[in-house]
């Protein structure tokens, strides 16, 4: 918790400021009671399946490790395990290595099991899949009438489904056409960017959630939903920097297999990012509700580095060259420099006087 007194210029008193940050444990009221937020109300928590609920969607206790009532022969002799079985050294026995693993308690397999080594896991979470749709419109919404196909589903195991639904999303973008120099172009977005926001969200969303992961695929976007919110104290501002796995053991396993989806380093959404600004794509935007989590990548480019510091400079005195790099996302100190002397060579700016070596800045040019 965090408390701050703020005042105010020309008004009388303080306010108290609090800042309540979350937590990776559910906390108790005074009178030992648990409550929730939603939206302006504070529910109080009453039955114990609220609670677990609760403490699922933080990630004080995984869903991973809830039994099902999937056949335990299954998952031992299914094609997913022999064949993980025999691309890992040493080679292990299914049988064996499931029960150290703790995928297999008292006879009966986890979900993270059924995620990982079911041939078909959607017979015992039916939810537990992905769902494409394609919507031809740049509008908030899509609608049934801007619908190119009916939804697209895809299920099986979370190596597959990630697999499928990336080649899958890739081929639909495709086909979305944009004006270029040359007429009409196909769109393209970063590979990586896609792979990784879809593995992130199979990886770590609330499988306690009844609601596939859905991907939308707009004209200018596509936005990826991961059902659950963030657990612990992770949040969209924080992403890029906590580490909270809610899925530790699918997490680590998949990166066991051939070609494993994710590196198991926490980097998945940063790389994503990064790809973005390599081709100067504006950042991808994560938002978050009671539902859920969504990851909206846009096919729009960035401002060019001249128009991006003319508006830095209606709100700043002066810039510099270190400025000019982290606002342009220009990692070159020369490149910077020429758009700095573009810029001056068109009058918008001009140096100012008796500021030279590091001291260097600009300001916009007066009239």
């Known amino acids: ?34 409550y929730k937020r939603f939206g302006a ?29 999937h056949p335990v022969q299954e998952i031992e002799n299914s094609m997913s395990i022999l064949s993980f079985s025999l691309n ?8 064996d290595w499931l029960r150290k693993q703790r995928l297999i308690i008292e006879e009966k397999p986890t979900v993270a099991a059924v995620m990982l080594f079911s041939d078909e896991p959607q017979i015992d979470l039916p939810k537990a899949g992905i769902k494409i749709y394609r919507y031809k419109t740049s509008e908030s919404e899509g609608t049934r009438e801007t619908l190119a196909f009916d939804p697209l ?6 190596i597959e489904v990630i697999t499928r639904a990336v080649e899958l999303t890739k081929e639909k973008v495709q086909d979305i056409p944009k004006v270029g120099t040359g007429g009409l172009e196909a769109i393209v977005y970063p590979e990586e960017a896609i792979h ?24 200018n976007r596509i936005e990826v939903f991961s059902p659950g919110k963030l657990p612990g104290y992770v949040t969209p501002k924080n992403i890029l920097k906590e580490r909270f ?5 699918i997490v680590r396993i998949a990166n066991k297999f051939p070609n494993a989806p994710n590196k198991d380093i926490g980097e998945g959404l940063n790389t994503a990012f990064q790809k973005m600004r390599a081709l100067k794509l ?27 510091v003319r508006d830095y400079l209606e709100n700043h005195a002066e810039i510099n060259n270190s400025i000019g790099r982290e606002i342009c996302r220009e990692g070159s100190e020369n490149k910077m420099k020429r758009v700095f002397e573009r810029m001056m060579q068109a009058e918008i700016i001009e140096r100012i006087p008796g500021r030279k070596g590091r001291a260097t800045a600009y300001r916009l040019k007066k009239d």
């Not at 009388?12 to 937590?23: C, S």
């Not at 609760?54 to 099902?68: H, I, N, P, R, W």
């Not at 589903?153 to 979370?158: H, L």
């Not at 796995?245 to 053991?249: C, E, I, T, V, Y």
């Open 88 to 95: 890992i050294v040493p080679h292990p026995e299914p049988k």
């Open 153 to 158: 589903t895809i299920e099986g195991s979370a």
């Open 245 to 249: 796995a809610r899925n530790p053991k």
């Open 282 to 308: 504006r950042d991808p935007v994560i938002s978050e509700t009671d539902a859920g989590v969504t990851v909206t990548i846009y096919h729009e480019k960035l401002a060019s580095p001249e128009e991006t």
């Open 1 to 34: 918790m965090n408390c701050t007194f703020l005042r105010s210029d020309g008004r009388n008193g303080l306010v108290l400021k609090i800042e309540v940050f979350r937590t990776p444990d559910v906390k108790l009221s005074t009178a030992q009671a648990p």
């Open 196 to 219: 990784e926001i879809v593995t992130n969200a199979v990886l770590h969303r609330d499988y306690s959630v009844n609601d596939e992961i859905h991907i939308k695929i707009f004209d």
């Open 41 to 69: 109300q504070n529910k109080k928590l009453g039955t114990q399946d609220e609670i677990r609920r609760l403490e699922y969607s933080k990630g004080v206790y995984s869903y991973e490790d809830v039994a099902t009532s």
